[in-house]
């Protein structure tokens, strides 16, 4: 089979390298190729590449069948470093374009804009992976060659140009010039694999065991939460890791949501060991920008000393909520000062750190705080909705905007700050960073620091904050990073959500404010006038049909701000919006709700998303909200759907309830419910 006779030569080539690319725009009087008039930051990125690109459509796909050419398909998104590094190589490559378009019908995807098409191809890659028995890694770029029929047949993530380029990896002109060669006189060949590879992919994408009511119980949630507790790092937090710390290790904030609602709900001790020990180490190293505030996308490395410098929205928005969470169940099931007026009990003492509990709590403001902060600053348009992401790459390369040199760093302060600097940051040891430079980091508790300076941790913040600010405004002098300028209505919902609890939580009106704010925006750009939500806005234009998850998360978002506000009319959006996507989504012989829509463009198969991923699974908050508003409404129509949709979800990830925390999260709001709301943390 074709993807055998390729597999000395992919193996591998899939590098899964999530990272940030600027978005810049070739000047204006080089030729401009079909993505001309388009308004995702991504593709007019490549409008002027030599590659003639086609966003997908029936134009290019039409163009496939009447030519008889494969398709070569290539989707990324704005601030996926690797795409640009692949963008830069190879489709600015001469030969290489001057191949692409003699031959192929070349096809350039917005994985934001289309993420149906992007989880169609994402699970081709995974069969043909295990086809081809080669091991499982997925990322972006997301490289697959398709026939004219759009099946898939063989595919990768980056490749390099030509062989050697890069040790191990194989070129992508090589092979290029290799299917277009078996295209041309094998052409049966390449059509009985794509069918074998479709056949696999469709099954998977459809694949529902039957509804499993027993599964509805709280066995399922210990279940995840052991998973959970399998997959966790003792020493610096998170889950997955290998012991040489070379695995990257990513926030993974519904593994960490569920680990609250266990403290919240029963006390549950191993899960407030897991939760505190992850949230402090994410706040005392790289992951966390302890300049500007906001989180990157992951960190490299087991310890979170450097991290992939793209900050994207979705990412900021769950773990912003996630902070202001944990400090109001923390502080709430912290035991209380003695009778004698003594200090609390440490809550974190059995995670190994160094934190006292006012310490802690303090830590967890801060994040939530300056997270939310970071995104009113840097990520939000003049009518208050939320952009996408900030690139990685600036001027200098990849992460050069955050990275900082000894001798910058102590140019950039006066001589007091510098002397506090050295004990905060450890200036006088190796950067974390490597030879690339310092990324600033604590590395320690304010309170270990603040003994051996010889001040309370609350003195030493204190202090801290205007040494922070002037590296702020030393940062601010150079060149930044681009921003994907992109509105999307799912992300948006999280971030909505995220400034209502933040703003609730911690007593603070303008968070609450800026939420209502951007959903009055997302309302009025995101809608049709049936109703109907649209996926994104850019370029001041709307498009797309949006997708379960939008739905179900600016549902979410505005079940959050109704939450925190009392106002009626945020309730009212979020129950027209459910009632849209129950129409449009629902599968109602089996349970739960499709990720595209009824009349949605036909791919090859349609799917239901039950697994986390770096989102939350639109089922999960959907069954959520549905219990919210069933609640709300008094109406048990709404929550005639939960049942079925958790029954479904459950049967699907039995063998992943570790991926499934926040389906777990839901089923626990179902099952400690009956006429009365659900407990939101």
């Known amino acids: 089979m074709w993807f055998v006779v390729l597999r000395r030569g992919l193996v591998g080539v899939l590098v899964a390298i999530a990272a940030v690319l600027p978005c810049r725009v070739h000047p204006e009087e080089r030729p401009r190729n079909h993505l001309a008039g388009q308004t995702s930051p991504y593709l007019l990125a490549h409008v002027h590449d030599p590659v003639d690109w086609y966003p997908w459509g029936p134009e290019a796909l039409a163009k496939a069948r009447q030519e008889n050419k494969l398709i070569f398909l290539s989707i990324g998104y704005a601030t996926c470093h690797w795409c640009h590094v692949m963008g830069r190589e190879s489709f600015h490559d001469a030969q290489i374009a001057r191949l692409l378009n003699e031959h192929f019908v070349c096809i350039k995807i917005d994985r934001e804009e289309r993420p149906d098409i992007d989880l169609v191809y994402m699970t081709a890659l995974a069969v043909y992976q295990q086809l081809a028995g080669l091991a499982p890694h997925a990322g972006w770029p997301l490289t697959m060659v398709l026939t004219p029929e759009g099946e898939p047949f063989v595919g990768g993530t980056y490749f390099p140009p030509r062989d050697g380029d890069r040790p191990g990896l194989p070129g992508l002109l090589p092979l290029l010039e290799k299917i277009h060669e078996v295209w041309r006189d094998q052409p049966q060949r390449i059509k009985d694999d794509a069918a074998v590879v479709a056949k696999a992919t469709?099954?998977?994408?459809?694949?529902?065991?039957?509804?499993?009511?027993?599964?509805?119980?709280?066995?399922?949630?210990?279940?995840?939460?052991?998973?959970?507790?399998?997959?966790?790092?003792?020493?610096?937090?998170?889950?997955?890791?290998?012991?040489?710390?070379?695995?990257?290790?990513?926030?993974?904030?519904?593994?960490?949501?569920?680990?609250?609602?266990?403290?919240?709900?029963?006390?549950?001790?191993?899960?407030?060991?897991?939760?505190?020990?992850?949230?402090?180490?994410?706040?005392?190293?790289?992951?966390?920008?302890?300049?500007?505030?906001?989180?990157?996308?992951?960190?490299?490395?087991?310890?979170?000393?450097?991290?992939?410098f793209e900050k994207m929205l979705a990412d900021n928005a769950q773990l912003a909520a996630l902070y202001a969470q944990a400090w109001e169940v923390l502080q709430a099931t912290d035991a209380p000062a003695d009778a004698a007026g003594g200090p609390r009990s440490d809550p974190v003492a059995a995670a190994g750190t160094a934190y006292e509990p006012d310490e802690l709590l303090a830590d967890l403001e801060t994040v939530a705080r300056q997270t939310c902060d970071f995104v009113l600053r840097e990520l939000t348009d003049a009518d208050g909705a939320f952009y996408s992401a900030l690139d990685a790459d600036a001027p200098g390369g990849e992460g050069a905007y955050y990275r900082w040199r000894r001798e910058e760093l102590r140019q950039a302060l006066p001589a007091q700050s510098w002397e506090l600097a050295v004990a905060v940051l450890g200036l006088d040891g190796p950067p974390p960073g490597g030879a690339e430079g310092w990324v600033v980091q604590r590395g320690r508790s304010w309170s270990a620091i603040g003994r051996e300076r010889g001040v309370s941790p609350r003195e030493l913040r204190r202090q801290w904050e205007p040494v922070r600010q002037q590296l702020f405004e030393a940062r601010n002098r150079r060149p930044r990073p681009a921003t994907d300028t992109k509105v999307l209505a799912a992300e948006n919902g999280l971030m909505i959500g995220a400034l209502a609890d933040v703003g609730r939580v911690l007593g603070e009106p303008r968070y609450v404010e800026a939420s209502g704010r951007a959903a009055d925006a997302v309302l009025a750009r995101l809608r049709t006038s049936q109703g109907r939500l649209l996926r994104s806005y850019a370029g001041g234009h709307a498009r797309g049909?949006?997708?379960?998850?939008?739905?179900?998360?600016?549902?979410?978002?505005?079940?959050?701000?109704?939450?925190?506000?009392?106002?009626?009319?945020?309730?009212?959006?979020?129950?027209?919006?459910?009632?849209?996507?129950?129409?449009?989504?629902?599968?109602?012989?089996?349970g739960g709700f499709f990720y595209t829509a009824r009349a949605h463009e036909p791919l090859l198969a349609r799917g239901k998303e039950m697994l986390d991923g770096a989102l939350p699974a639109g089922n999960a908050v959907a069954a959520d909200n549905l219990l919210a508003l069933a609640a709300l409404h008094g109406d048990a129509s709404y929550r005639a759907l939960v049942e079925p949709t958790l029954?479904?979800?459950?049967?699907?990830?039995?063998?992943?309830?570790?991926?499934?925390?926040?389906?777990?999260?839901?089923?626990?709001?179902?099952?400690?419910?009956?006429?009365?709301?659900?407990?939101?943390p």
């Open 647 to 680: 029954a479904a979800g459950l049967a699907a990830t039995a063998q992943q309830p570790g991926r499934a925390a926040r389906l777990a999260v839901a089923l626990w709001h179902w099952l400690s419910t009956t006429d009365e709301a659900p407990a939101r």
């Open 202 to 308: 469709r099954e998977a994408l459809q694949r529902q065991p039957p509804a499993d009511k027993s599964l509805l119980s709280v066995q399922r949630i210990d279940a995840a939460l052991a998973d959970l507790a399998e997959q966790f790092d003792p020493t610096y937090g998170g889950f997955g890791y290998t012991p040489d710390g070379r695995q990257p290790k990513f926030p993974h904030p519904t593994r960490l949501h569920l680990l609250l609602e266990a403290v919240r709900r029963r006390g549950d001790a191993q899960a407030r060991q897991m939760l505190v020990l992850t949230l402090t180490r994410m706040a005392e190293g790289g992951l966390w920008d302890h300049v500007g505030g906001g989180f990157f996308r992951y960190c490299v490395d087991r310890y979170w000393n450097v991290p992939h």
């Open 545 to 590: 049909e949006a997708f379960l998850h939008d739905y179900a998360f600016l549902v979410d978002g505005l079940l959050r701000l109704h939450r925190a506000t009392g106002d009626a009319q945020w309730l009212a959006a979020a129950s027209a919006l459910t009632r849209q996507q129950i129409a449009l989504f629902a599968d109602e012989p089996r």
